[in-house]
Every structure is written in structure tokens, then in C-alpha cells.
């Protein structure tokens, strides 16, 4: 690791060193956890000052033009990470901090699909792993807001180069990075179908809630009367839409027993203003060549495509019988007794999303050992950012850890 890896006073600020990277297509700020004060009212503190956000109560319209976010969920998220050692193997520990544009609430619920494919690229960076011989890189990870451990896989030619993907959503190529989500059932709720039934009325909609990877309920377009096809910003441009969207992750998150981080369950306030869980998607039969369409919600905005958490939940959903997916799914291989890949492509606003869920069917009941997607992942930039009006408590802490 660099040696002047570490924050600094210069000019009259406190600086931290930072890597402000894309995985996927979310982006937002690596941290490396030793740097960091224990005291998270503190470390709450230091990320809004680094993303820009309100330090207290809630600012409608804001901008983020003092930080590094940049408005909607996708590009207002923070990795704090460290290293463990596992049969002595180095694994890296992810924590995520979700921060919204316009309120000071700091969300530690829940994983980042795409953000987690830039941490493998982030510990090559820093010198704390190398490639293999033969130019593999692979490291797992485990999440300490989900609990799930995902293994990264990187390669490198023979120029040191990495091997290149195109993804939707992302303009060009740039290195590719495959994940791998290992026991991702009920990483959130205990169980695959959190309600114990495969639909759920929901203020007389018919609704699945599917926990794979991330809490999500999902919704046939066509009962909200939308095709599942329309732009995204129609559908966040919709009030009425909207307001029937909110009342049923809602609803539904209630009927899920969604808990905070501090195990606490949910209450019906707290999952109409959440940032993160339950996502909520409306699926429709596909037009391009795909087995499903989408058009999701991290849940307060509509993404651009697709996330990779959500893509890996509804294709699982796609192969469990009588789901509201699985009604619109076309052409999707049916799991046997023994378990194989099941290749799931997923039409969203960007282009395909491509899974695969490595799945088997007992007596309708699907069981899941593992789901893999592709990313590509970038370096934005590294380096240290001044906290202006930070408190001296947090000027204080931030120095102290480098004693």
C-alpha cells in the first residue's frame, strides 16, 4: 500500500484519501476502513461531507455540487472496506453506506451489486493482491450489510492488460469483472419467498416478493396498466403511478417483516421513505430477443437499467412456478432435479442484462446454490479531498488514526 496513503493537513483542511470509481453502472467513494473514526456518528459526518449531502435534516432540490455524488441512488454510494483472513486466504470486507441527494439519513441495509465489482480493481490498486501466474485475478468478498460473500474475477494478458467488457448502460470497454453470488437466498429475510406465498394481494394487485440477493417485489406492468416498456422517466414522471408504486413496497415490506440494520422491524413510514429495500420492479414479456422485461426502482427512482442485485432476484423469480415473473418469462430453460445453470437475459432501459442462476427444481421448490453476472468497472480517480467545515472532532479522529 502507498505509503502516503493516508489523511493530511494541507492548506488549513483535513484531506482523506479516496477512490472515486465505477462499477457497473453505479458509482460513488472507496474508503479504507483503518483511515476512518470508530465513532460512526462521526463517520456518518465525514460521508456526507465527501458526497455532498445535507449534514443534518433534508434539502429538497440539492445539487451535491460540494461533493462527489451526483443525484440519484446509483451514484451515491460509499465502500468502506478492510481485509480478514479466512484459512489463510485474504478476503475483503465490504460495508455500504447508501446517502440520497436531499436528507442527511445515512442507509447501511443493504449490498451494491454494481459498486461491488469495483472493489477487486480498488484492492489491486491499493497492493493488497496480486495476479496469479496465469493472470487470474480473484478475491471473495463479504458484505457485512447482507451477510453474502461474492467471489471477483479479474484477467490479465500478457501486457498486463485487463480483459475488456462492454455492458449496458456504459459507454466503451473497460476491464471486466466477473461476481459470483454464493448462498444468495434470504440474505435479508431468512427465506426465498419472505411471505411464504409465491403472490401476495397487495391493495388488490397481484404482487411476488422474492428475497435473492436483495428483498424485491415485483409487479406484472400490464395491472398498473403500463406495457413494462415505457422510459423510465415517464414512469417516474407518472404521480399516480408513483404514489400506487409507494403504497405497494409499502405494503409489501411490511408483509416481508423487513427489519432494520439494528434488527429491528420496519415500519410502514420508515419503508415509504427507504432509499434501499425492498426494490420494486414491473416486468412485461420481452421484444428483444431476451426472456423477460424490466423497468426497476431502487425503490425512490427508476434506474437506467438494471441492477445487478435486482437482475440476479427476478431471474431466480423467472424459474419459481406462478410468480408474476414467471407469467411474463418466455423461453427460459426449466430447472431439473439436478442442478445446472439457468441462463436468464433481462431487457432493461440500457440493453440486456446477462445472468446466469445455478438453480434446481424439486417439487416446485427452487433451490439456488449460487448467481453470476458480468461488469465492467473503472478507476474515476484517486486521491485526497479536503473537508471543509468538517467538525474539529472529525478533523481530530481523521489524524489520530495515522498516529
Known amino acids: 500500500m502507498e505509503s502516503g496513503w493516508h489523511s493530511r493537513r494541507r492548506l488549513g483542511a483535513v484531506e482523506v484519501p479516496v477512490h472515486y470509481m465505477r462499477g457497473g453502472t453505479s458509482t460513488g467513494v472507496v474508503l479504507w476502513e483503518p483511515l476512518l473514526p470508530a465513532d460512526m456518528a462521526l463517520r456518518e459526518q465525514l460521508l456526507r461531507h465527501l458526497m455532498g449531502v445535507p449534514s443534518s435534516g433534508s434539502q429538497p432540490g440539492n445539487r451535491q455540487i460540494t461533493g462527489l455524488g451526483r443525484g440519484p441512488a446509483t451514484s451515491n454510494k460509499v465502500f468502506v472496506m478492510n481485509t480478514e483472513r479466512v484459512d489463510g486466504q485474504l478476503r475483503l470486507v465490504s460495508t455500504l453506506a447508501q446517502l440520497a441527494s436531499d436528507h442527511a439519513e445515512v442507509d447501511w441495509s443493504v449490498n451494491c451489486g454494481n459498486m461491488s465489482s469495483a472493489l477487486l480493481l480498488w484492492a489491486l490498486d491499493m497492493g493488497l493482491l496480486e495476479a496469479a501466474a496465469d493472470g487470474v485475478c480473484e478475491v471473495d468478498i463479504r458484505n457485512t450489510n447482507t451477510g453474502v460473500i461474492t467471489t471477483a474475477r479479474m484477467q490479465r494478458d500478457a501486457q498486463e492488460g485487463f480483459l475488456l467488457a462492454r455492458i449496458p448502460g456504459v459507454m466503451g470497454d473497460y476491464p471486466a469483472v466477473d461476481l459470483f453470488l454464493h448462498a444468495p437466498v434470504g440474505n435479508k429475510t431468512g427465506a426465498l419467498l419472505p411471505t411464504g406465498a409465491v403472490v401476495d394481494n397487495v391493495a388488490g394487485i397481484d404482487v411476488s416478493c422474492v428475497d435473492v440477493a436483495v428483498p424485491m417485489v415485483i409487479v406484472e406492468a400490464r395491472s398498473l396498466g403500463k406495457t413494462g416498456h415505457e422510459p423510465v422517466a415517464a414512469l417516474a414522471a407518472d404521480a399516480a403511478f408513483m404514489a400506487t408504486l409507494r403504497t405497494l413496497w409499502t405494503q409489501a415490506g411490511l408483509k416481508m417483516g423487513l427489519r432494520r440494520k439494528d434488527g429491528v422491524l420496519m415500519t410502514e413510514d420508515e419503508l415509504a421513505r427507504s432509499e434501499t429495500i425492498p426494490k420494486i420492479c414491473i416486468v412485461a414479456a420481452p421484444r428483444e430477443g431476451g426472456h423477460i422485461a424490466v ?103 481523521l489524524l489520530a488514526s495515522q498516529r
Request: glycine content about 8%; some cysteine; charged content about 15%.
Open 295 to 397: 423497468r426497476y426502482f431502487t425503490p425512490q427512482t427508476g434506474h437506467a437499467s438494471m441492477a445487478v442485485s435486482g437482475g440476479c432476484c427476478l431471474a431466480a423469480a423467472c424459474l419459481i412456478p406462478g410468480t408474476t415473473a414467471h407469467r411474463v418469462a418466455t423461453d427460459i430453460a426449466v430447472p431439473g432435479a439436478a442442478f445446472a445453470d439457468i441462463h436468464v437475459s433481462i431487457e432493461n432501459p440500457a440493453g440486456r442484462l446477462d445472468t446466469t442462476v445455478v438453480a434446481a427444481l424439486d417439487d416446485r421448490h427452487l433451490q439456488i446454490r449460487s448467481a453470476a453476472y458480468r461488469r465492467s468497472t473503472q478507476i474515476l480517480m484517486r486521491g485526497h479531498v479536503p473537508l471543509y467545515g468538517a467538525s474539529g472532532e472529525l478533523q481530530e479522529a
